[in-house]
């Protein structure tokens, strides 16, 4: 039985390998968000972008495969003294970008492990440098500052520094209770202050109240007050001016207006008298003739003083005992002569 394997056979695999091995060894498909460095006999030769690219196969090799995105990397937890001699225990996170696939690949042995040593040590001087009241409150500040060093040290290898944060700054347990009392006794203080800023509004409000209603009451006594002399003025000019044309009715020898007011008087007197309050017991009628006798009395001194030479017109007569008699007027009888109106009888 003759073999099918022939000599030309076993040549044309062994080309048919070689042409396989060659297309796979030349021909590279790079991924997106990677670049790969190409070394020619352990020397950088280029840098193959992402898509399909193709080298020299046993002359060219792939040196390293970067990652060409954004990168996190956690910064572990270390403890940092502060300026006032607190510990704090601090940790965070770096974001970064390679820029330059070549520098970040033959510039540096291991760029991950730098970036960490980077950040730990900047952390600790930018804390060491400031209080803990500075550090728990200015956290943009110290990552700020951060953000500009690593940047600036990470150049060389072809390396953006585009974030660093703070993850987590911890006290120590006895500065947490201490800032807690802190921070208790200042909303304490606080409430009282605008308890007390409360009650001092409160009573200054009250008292400019008070003030204007005093000043109201004052200005309505005042006005009142004017209110109650003008009556009064008033009052005193009517009477006045009743007694002056009294006066002046008496002058003329007309006793009559004189007569009407005494009796006006008279009776006012004693309708005072019974509404008085403290009156127990008020006796009626009055005798009327002890009224028209006071009346009449009063006439006569009136008619005394005008009339003193007995001559005044319409004048009665003395009598034999010193007091005048009713007398005659001009033309009327001794009947009609009885005073001027009907109260005034003697």
């Known amino acids: 039985?003759?073999?099918?394997?022939?000599?030309?056979?076993?040549?044309?695999?062994?080309?048919?390998?070689?042409?396989?091995?060659?297309?796979?060894?030349?021909?590279?498909?790079?991924?997106?968000?990677?670049?790969?460095?190409?070394?020619?006999?352990?020397?950088?030769?280029?840098?193959?972008?992402?898509?399909?690219?193709?080298?020299?196969?046993?002359?060219?090799?792939?040196?390293?495969?970067?990652?060409?995105?954004?990168?996190?990397?956690?910064?572990?937890?270390?403890?940092?003294?502060?300026?006032?001699?607190?510990t704090v225990t601090v940790d965070g996170v770096v974001f970064y970008l390679i820029m330059d696939p070549a520098l970040a690949a033959y510039q540096v042995a291991d760029l991950h492990s730098a970036v960490i040593a980077l950040a730990l040590t900047n952390i600790r001087t930018a804390i060491g440098a400031m209080d803990l009241d500075e550090v728990l409150s200015k956290r943009d500040e110290i990552n700020a500052r951060l953000l500009g060093v690593l940047d600036a040290a990470t150049q060389p290898w072809g390396t953006k520094i585009t974030r660093v944060e703070l993850k987590d700054v911890r006290p120590p347990e006895e500065v947490i209770a201490s800032m807690s009392k802190q921070l208790n006794a200042d909303r304490e203080k606080r409430a009282r202050v605008l308890e007390a800023e409360g009650i001092r509004q409160a009573e200054i409000l009250r008292a400019e109240g008070e003030k204007q209603a005093n000043i109201l009451a004052a200005e309505g006594r005042l006005q009142a007050a004017k209110q109650d002399a003008e009556a009064r003025e008033r009052l005193a000019q009517a009477e006045a001016t009743a007694t002056r044309v009294v006066s002046d009715a008496v002058?003329?020898?007309?006793?009559?207006?004189?007569?009407?007011?005494?009796?006006?008087?008279y009776v006012e007197a004693l309708r005072s008298l019974g509404t008085a309050n403290n009156a127990k017991l008020v006796l009626f009628p009055v005798e009327a003739s002890s009224l028209a006798g006071s009346v009449g009395g009063i006439a006569s001194l009136i008619r005394d003083a005008l009339g003193g030479d007995g001559g005044g017109k319409g004048g009665p007569a003395p009598r034999s005992d010193g007091s005048r008699s009713a007398g005659p007027q001009s033309g009327g009888t001794p009947s009609d002569n009885r005073g001027s109106g009907p109260w005034a009888r003697t």
């Open 251 to 265: 002058s003329a020898g007309t006793v009559q207006s004189l007569n009407y007011f005494v009796a006006q008087k």
């Open 1 to 86: 039985m003759e073999t099918l394997v022939t000599p030309a056979l076993v040549v044309m695999l062994v080309i048919l390998f070689l042409v396989l091995l060659v297309l796979w060894l030349g021909i590279k498909m790079i991924p997106q968000g990677s670049n790969w460095t190409v070394e020619r006999f352990g020397r950088y030769r280029t840098t193959l972008k992402p898509g399909l690219n193709l080298i020299i196969p046993f002359i060219d090799l792939i040196g390293h495969k970067i990652s060409v995105q954004e990168t996190v990397i956690a910064i572990p937890s270390q403890n940092v003294i502060t300026k006032d001699n607190a």
